[in-house]
Structures are given as structure tokens and as C-alpha cells.
């Protein structure tokens, strides 16, 4: 059986930083190109940050860019995004979502992954 599993969310102070992991099991994901989305309280889901299967090519939504890291261990089977200057308003549950896809380029749009985690949840407040 194919799972995400997610981790790493929490409360943090406005500034702070988290790491949120995004562990597969019952399959490798070194072919598929991997998601993060979030989802904000009334809000739709929207993209956040994406990383191709080659791991050389990430993209980021235009509101996390420069604060936030994609990355990905082949070993461990994990992709983690690593927060950094978290706002209030980066308040949301967190999913990641993964499809197969061998390349080098990568987009953040839902319709595109397959399989999905049951999310985290981040909340930034002081």
C-alpha cells in the first residue's frame, strides 16, 4: 500500500523555522516528482513548493520564496521543506503529494500528484 506520511508540524512564534518531513512507505520515491501544498482555515489548497525526481529542479510558490527549502534524500526516502520566517499567514494544514514522473522539472499544481499524506499542521502565532 502506497502512503505519505507527514511530520514535523507545530506551533512556532512569528520568525521561527520548522522542518516538515514527508516520509513514503511501500514505495521508493526516486521516480516521482514530490509536492507540498498547503490549506489555510476557509481557504482553497494552493501550491507551495515542488521537487522533480531528479532533485535538480524545485520551484516555489511566490509568497515562500526565499524563506522556504525543498529538498530530498534518496536514502532515507523522504522529502523535507525546511520553513524559515514564518508568518501568521503561513498558518495551514501542510500535505505533501507525490506522482510518478521522471525529469528534471517540476510543477506545484494539485492536479497533477497521485498520492497524498494526511497532512500537518503549522500554526504560527506569538
Known amino acids: 500500500q502506497l502512503q505519505l506520511v507527514e511530520s514535523g508540524g507545530g506551533l512556532v512564534q512569528p520568525g521561527g523555522s520548522l522542518r516538515l518531513s514527508c516520509a513514503a512507505f511501500?514505495?521508493?520515491?526516486?521516480?516521482?516528482?514530490i509536492g507540498w501544498f498547503r490549506q489555510a482555515p476557509g481557504k482553497e489548497r494552493e501550491g507551495v513548493s515542488c521537487?522533480?525526481?531528479?532533485?535538480?529542479?524545485?520551484r516555489y510558490a511566490d509568497s515562500v520564496k526565499g524563506r522556504f527549502t525543498i529538498s530530498r534524500d534518496y536514502a532515507k526516502n523522504t522529502v523535507y521543506l525546511q520553513m524559515n520566517s514564518l508568518k501568521p499567514e503561513d498558518t495551514a494544514v501542510y500535505y505533501c503529494a507525490a506522482t510518478p514522473r521522471f525529469g528534471y522539472v517540476c510543477s506545484p499544481v494539485e492536479k497533477e500528484y497521485n498520492y497524498w499524506g494526511q497532512g500537518t499542521q503549522v500554526t504560527v502565532s506569538s
Open positions: 521537487i522533480s525526481s531528479s532533485g535538480g529542479g524545485t
Open positions: 511501500g514505495f521508493t520515491l526516486t521516480n516521482y516528482k
